[in-house]
């Protein structure tokens, strides 16, 4: 083999990682490509746990309501986070019907059916919809996490995000490949990065020549189908647009305290590593608009269990439901440290990266099969709610009105998300 | 892997959300067919209207003028409705008048079934087929057939769609990670397919375990046995000396090494002791799992054809059983004793007179190079390490071993023509000496571009395109066979190659090309472009000749291909996902293995080609006299006599379970969750593949049985427990019964007279109780049977009901779009004529292929 082609195919492979540099990660810089922001920017982050929580335990008596309730079992390592988060009970999504898909529709609340002779069918995410506008810029219009495989409880998708079309958006599906896309910087000379995505826009320009040629033969259902080609050359050549500003801005390092992750962690370790990486993100302003969509299989093989998520979620008492009930508890003190963390890292401004995000934890499960009253906590300053309250709506809200009101609270305009009646008043006071 | 569509089936119809626009359903203006019965206005009448009427229109559901005709849409969506309440309870209010058992029971089932109807009429396309991309399977069969070479697209989505086939266009989406992870793979193939370098020479490789692996287990045993003497003279000393003195850090480290003693080191000790290790290894599980001699080969050998021959024999004593030889790669992140498994074979050989196998095996697509053997075990290292620590328990060593290897070699790769020829094919003057580069690039990219799009014709702008890249490369000074690369990659990763493009008809309903007609039958049979006959029958327009189609398809049905087939269609239309859902566990079920699995998978592929290869009656599937298994199967179900790891015909004893579809393995694997049976996941799965008689989907936010699970109770006493609930009563009384009459089936397949229920906590039992098994049962037609026999006959009476159902997933899978109710008349022809040929499954395919909607487009 030549060696010039070995150096192109490795030029070229999207996954051409880095190694970073021990020395130039020591410190905190910040290279920020637009001016300097005088005050911190809003952020949005979402984590998808799939499976449902124990019924009994997780969630909050639904009698004491408002700023008197009493924290459940299942949530209970949040204690002291308690007066700056918001549990909601009984939204839900009108149109659900797969009992195992925990985040395909859980940020889009679209109606699968709802194109006729399809069996599938999407609606744009809530964070897609907000990255829209917040993540005009930063590096990266938006950053999915996710998980080797996929028997969590998530159903469809490779990320919770969805685009405008509805297509699902991939993910980094392990904490090294996220560590490297977010802050390893390529060692290949500009000239050549700025030669390659020339080239990568010629081949573009091919492929769309053959497709217009074939367009205009094509029945009307066909023309609908094959615009689903011209609509992913489209979104490539968006991104390379945005890749091409961004070519001769060095990547913010993260704090020293993040390392490069060691290949193949998993289970709890892997999702507190994650959660350290979106802390670091939001830290060097890298993206503004996160999704998680997070392991559970794993997670509960590292807490010592043999049993399996899907098993788990069918507890009835015995083994399966205290596993459940010990899950609900470290998914809790997991998401507390995580809390810990945010209030601990200052923004730009000197206000705490916890002031400006509004992060939500949930699922579409309820628990076992049950699709309504999906579980639901939001924290964070992000969107102006007053937290410290529990607040149980009126059965079967709309979940999409949740959505709606974090992008309105979030400073995005949005008349509608999904099918949305309108804002949660209740949220903000 | 995703969690089951099959096994929860949606609970939505799609006319749910039809409501945006009709224009495909044809079927609304003609009727669905699906109507409430009149009587059931009662119920309406006594318990709803009262809130429900015009006047009061309570959450703005009026019932009082309902349709009974579920014809469109807006009734089907109100329809939905009143079945969803009713389901969870939430209607008739608490405080309201609530229905009788009966009514309730009545009024669901009816309800519920006349859903299925509706759901089906309305989602009718009306015989349109949307255009698709190739699935997944079809795009890496057709890089093999341009390039010789084979991609893994693991990384490419499933197409598995939710209750559908991965050939339904609709369902068949694009994204632009897609379109990133095609050009990265076709990049790939043709890095692969223009590098060829030179002929690649033989050679071997060798292992020889008792200088490898043996020598490593003395050197482990030597040093655990040097720290139990330290750690006994330390004990000796009673104290007045510290276990540093003896080299341990402290008394926790001195225990620990005794331990290890303990549990790995006499083991270790046991295995050099053998008489078979002089020369060659024995294949024991261990403390970490299994012993696995490997061979290495070198990471740059070249990909190929290669043999691995083993010298191997069966130790005095060994039961057949245990005297299956696994062999698979290892993977670097593999745990011990683990496999990447490629097979298993039978030894036959004693030490006396070992045996060599010679096995064929392909080196270099997966990018491993290690290779080992084993004997046969659960393919995780937690259930090998429980499985030892069984033994050991009692024992304290392990269980014996019955399989010696005396040592390995692979070999190759074997002679190939050189160069391949799919590379002459592609590059005719090859890479060197090419006369004009210029004139040479475009002949070789038009080409390419050519046979890749199989119908279009490539446009010459895009030509034009495609030799500006590769001239774009030269200028920046590469060589010829690296700039040709990107616009042939390029090809790959267009919608010419990508779709299956068939060109709008100037007039409804109008006929394929011959052109055409040679893809879509290629891609029906073989999942895969047509071959250069195909081709050339196409050029000639042979195929308009209804017998010279018939020829064609009979030629492709009896080729290899035709197994690509076989599989994937019997994989989804019998929902064979769930087979892989559940690992089973150790304890009862160590038999059922991986490779045993896999038998298990293949069983049922192959006595469907074989009804397909020996023109035999479709309704053969459902009872049979025989068995297709291999060596490892027939052990499996205590057939003795049968060697050789191919499937072959195998006659059963009178009295037999097995022969037929529900004796099959697989399928009693698919209806258990890995512990139990499930005879409603059993009696469902009969339901909706062999009986044409789906049950509605399972309703979401229905009470869980959990009170009565994990009671010591046998599965047919707690499951009675969904007669004591209408909403569970009115389809769980037809799904059921079936499932009891399996029950002779243990989760994994075996035959059992007994039923064990065991409660299971920190991974012990703690208590277990047996039940004797009572099969008895009845068929939705009411026929009543008393034990699995009668069952077994009982479907296979109900033959025609298997016909229909295996002629519309038929349909569905070869025109690429869902059943419709406007495929009632072409099923009706399809059953027709197989049936005036004996129902031979041959003549079902041949009649489709002939069919109209098989020959237009429309």
Not at chain 1, 157 to 171: D, E, F, I, T, Y
Not at chain 2, 397 to 408: H, R
């Amino acid at each position: 083999m030549s060696s010039s082609i070995s150096k192109r195919h490795f030029l070229r492979s999207s996954t051409a990682l880095v190694a970073l540099p021990f020395m130039e990660s020591m410190g905190f810089r910040r290279f920020a490509k637009a001016a300097p922001v005088a005050k911190a920017p809003k952020r949005m982050a979402f984590l998808g746990v799939g499976f449902g929580f124990s019924q009994k335990s997780w969630y909050p008596d639904i009698n004491e309501t408002g700023e008197n309730w009493k924290i459940s079992q299942g949530l209970s390592p949040l204690e002291r986070h308690q007066k700056d988060l918001t549990v909601i009970q009984n939204l839900y999504h009108q149109y659900s019907n797969e009992a195992h898909w925990g985040s395909t529709m859980w940020l889009t609340g679209a109606n699968r059916y709802a194109v006729p002779g399809q069996s599938f069918h999407n609606t744009i995410s809530v964070d897609q919809a907000a990255a829209e506008q917040l993540g005009r810029d930063t590096r990266f219009t938006s950053i999915q996490l996710s998980t080797k495989g996929n028997a969590d409880g998530h159903g469809p998708g490779l990320s919770l995000a969805w685009n405008r079309q509805g297509k699902p958006v991939s993910a980094l599906d392990n904490p090294l490949a996220a560590f490297h896309r977010l802050f390893s910087d390529s060692t290949v000379p500009l000239a050549q990065r700025q030669a390659d995505l020339k080239k990568q826009r010629s081949l573009l320009d091919t492929v769309l020549e053959d497709a217009k040629s074939t367009r205009g033969k094509l029945t009307q259902t066909d023309k609908d189908k094959l615009d689903e080609y011209f609509q992913s050359i489209r979104d490539i050549e968006i991104r390379i647009s945005k890749e091409e500003e961004w070519l001769d801005v060095p990547k913010p390092k993260p704090d020293a305290s993040l390392t490069q992750p060691a290949k193949g962690v998993n289970g709890v370790a892997e999702i507190e590593i994650m959660y350290d990486l979106m802390v670091a993100a939001m830290q060097v302003d890298a993206t503004r608009v996160l999704t998680y969509r997070q392991p559970l299989n794993s997670v509960l093989q590292s807490m010592g269990a043999s049993i399996t998520a899907h098993n788990m979620s069918h507890y009835a008492d015995g083994d399966r439901k205290v596993l459940s009930e010990e899950r609900d508890q470290k998914q809790s003190e997991m998401l507390a440290r995580f809390i810990d963390k945010l209030k601990a890292t200052p923004d730009v401004d000197g206000s705490r990266l916890f002031d400006n995000v509004t992060l939500t934890m949930g699922s579409n499960i309820h628990s076992i099969h049950y699709l309504t009253n999906c579980p639901t906590v939001v924290t964070g300053g992000g969107s102006g709610i007053q937290h410290g309250r529990h607040l149980v709506m009126p059965e079967k809200t709309p979940l999409c009105n949740l959505w709606l009101s974090l992008l309105n609270g979030s400073g995005i305009k949005a008349d509608s998300h999904g099918d949305s009646t309108g804002q949660i008043g209740e949220l903000f006071g | 892997m995703n969690i089951p569509q099959a096994f929860y089936p949606r609970l939505i119809l799609a006319a749910y959300s039809l409501g945006l626009s009709m224009t495909l359903a044809v079927a609304a203006d003609s009727g669905t067919g699906a109507a409430m019965p009149e009587k059931h206005f009662a119920v309406l009448d006594k318990y709803c209207l009262e809130c429900h009427d015009s006047l009061s229109d309570k959450g703005g559901v009026n019932l009082e003028d309902v349709s009974f005709e579920i014809d469109s849409v807006e009734s089907a969506e109100l329809w939905q409705k009143v079945l969803n309440v009713m389901n969870s309870g939430e209607m008739p209010p608490e405080d309201e008048k609530q229905l009788t058992t009966e009514e309730k029971t009545a009024f669901l089932k009816d309800l519920s079934d006349q859903m299925v109807v509706a759901r089906e009429a309305l989602s009718d396309t009306g015989g349109v087929i949307t255009m698709r991309r190739l699935n997944r399977r079809e795009y890496e069969n057709s890089i093999y057939d341009l390039l010789g070479v084979r991609v893994n697209a693991e990384d490419l989505p499933d197409d598995a769609n939710a209750g559908g086939f991965d050939t339904t266009g609709s369902a068949l989406f694009f994204s632009s990670d897609q379109f990133e992870q095609y050009l990265k793979l076709g990049r790939q193939a043709i890095q692969k397919a223009v590098m060829i370098g030179n002929k690649p020479e033989r050679k071997q490789f060798r292992l020889q375990p008792e200088v490898s692996m043996n020598q490593f287990i003395a050197k482990v045993a030597t040093r655990q046995q040097e720290q139990k003497d330290q750690a006994e003279a330390w004990r000796a000393t009673n104290g007045k000396k510290t276990p540093a003195d003896f080299g341990f850090i402290d008394e926790n480290d001195l225990k620990f090494h005794e331990r290890v003693y303990q549990q790995q080191g006499l083991i270790n000790l046991h295995y050099l002791k053998s008489p078979y290790i002089e020369s060659g290894a024995t294949l024991n599980l261990t403390f970490n799992g299994s012993l696995v001699p490997k061979i290495n080969i070198d990471a740059r050998a070249p990909r190929g054809e290669y043999l691995l021959r083993i010298r191997a024999a069966r130790l005095p004593g060994a039961s057949e059983e245990d005297s299956f030889l696994e062999y698979g790669l290892v993977s670097p992140s593999a745990q011990a004793g683990e496999l990447e498994l490629l097979g298993c074979r039978k030894i036959t050989g004693t030490i006396e007179e070992p045996q060599i196998l010679e096995i064929p095996i392909s080196v270099g697509e997966e990018g491993l190079f290690q290779f080992g053997v084993r004997q046969r075990a659960q393919n995780n290292r937690e259930s090998m390490r429980r499985k030892f620590l069984l033994t050991q328990i009692k024992t304290g060593l392990g269980p014996e071993p019955s399989l010696w290897v005396d040592w390995m070699e692979l070999d190759g790769p074997l002679d190939q023509e050189w160069p391949p020829p799919r590379y002459t094919q592609l590059l005719p003057k090859g890479v060197k000496k090419i006369g004009d580069p210029d004139v040479y690039a475009r002949e070789v990219i038009e080409r390419f571009a050519k046979r890749a799009f199989r119908i279009k014709e490539p446009s010459p702008a895009y030509i034009d395109k495609l030799v500006e890249m590769y001239q774009a490369d030269i200028a920046e000074g590469e060589i010829f066979r690296v700039a040709i690369q990107e616009p042939l990659a390029a090809i790959l990763a267009s919608s010419g190659f990508l779709y299956m493009i068939e060109p709008a008809p100037t007039e409804s309903g109008q006929e394929l090309t011959d052109l055409e007609l040679a893809v879509r039958l290629s891609y029906f049979l073989w999942s895969a472009p047509p071959d250069e006959e195909l081709m050339r029958a196409a050029e000639k327009g042979e195929l308009k000749k209804s017998e010279r189609l018939a020829m064609h398809t009979n030629r492709l049905l009896d080729d290899p291909r035709a197994h690509e087939f076989i599989s994937s269609f019997a994989h989804q239309w019998l929902h064979m996902e769930r087979l892989d859902f559940f690992q089973f566990n150790y304890r009862n079920f160590w038999e059922f293995d991986d490779s045993v699995k896999e038998a298990a998978r293949h069983e049922v592929y192959e006595t469907i080609h074989s009804v397909l290869k020996e023109k035999r009656p479709l309704a053969d599937l459902l009872k049979a006299d025989h068995v297709i298994v291999n060596d490892l199967l027939a052990n499996y179900y205590g057939l003795e006599g049968v060697n050789g790891s191919e499937f072959q015909k195998v006659s059963l004893p009178a009295g037999s379970p097995r022969g037929g579809i529900l004796g099959m393995a697989a399928v009693h694997a698919m209806g258990s969750d890995g512990e139990r049976t499930s005879p409603v996941e059993r009696g469902a799965w009969v339901l909706r593949s062999l009986l044409d008689n789906p049950p509605p989907p399972a309703p979401p936010n229905v009470p869980q049985l959990s009170r009565i699970e994990d009671k010591l109770q046998p599965a047919r006493s707690i499951l009675s427990a969904h007669m004591e609930e209408a909403q569970c009563a009115q389809c769980h009384q037809r799904i059921d019964p079936i499932g009891y009459g399996m029950e002779n089936f243990d989760a994994a397949g075996k035959w059992r007279e007994m039923e064990v229920a065991e409660k299971v906590g920190n991974r012990r039992v703690v208590a277990s109780k047996e039940f004797p098994i009572d099969a008895s049962g009845e068929l939705p037609d009411g026929t009543k049977f008393t034990n699995y026999f009668e069952l077994r006959d009982g479907v296979a009476e109900n033959s025609a009901n298997f016909e229909r159902g295996f002629t519309e997933a038929l349909i569905e899978y070869a025109l690429g779009r869902p059943y419709g109710f406007s495929d009632e008349a072409l099923r009706e022809r399809i059953l027709k004529r197989a049936r005036g040929k004996n129902g031979e499954m041959r003549e079902f395919v041949l009649a489709l292929v002939q069919s109209k909607p098989f020959r237009t487009k429309k």
